[in-house]
């Protein structure tokens, strides 16, 4: 028969509350630094991703004019010379 040691459960308490007050711990650092972060990035002159796309977009269609209307000029001045 098994007896229950008195020294092992005010350890194994001890262990399992140390390990709550460590995660506790972690998630207060993970946020602070998350905050930090997000303060951070929004000091800086950063352009969104959805920005970011619509300016390439934009970028891509003036190319591509910008060829098509080369192309037709160099038609234009091949048929005057």
């Known amino acids: 028969m098994q007896t229950r040691n008195k020294f092992m459960d005010d350890v194994s308490q001890l262990m399992t509350n140390a390990m709550g007050v460590a995660q506790g711990a972690k ?3 993970d946020n602070a630094l ?3 972060m997000d303060r951070w990035l929004s000091e800086r002159d950063f352009v969104t991703r959805e920005e ?3 300016v390439r ?3 891509q269609k003036a190319r591509e004019e ?3 209307l080369k192309a037709r000029l160099d038609i234009l001045e091949g048929k005057s010379k």
């Open 52 to 54: 970011f796309d619509a």
């Open 27 to 29: 998630d207060e650092a």
């Open 34 to 36: 998350k905050s930090w």
């Open 66 to 68: 910008n060829e098509a």
């Open 57 to 59: 977009a934009m970028a």
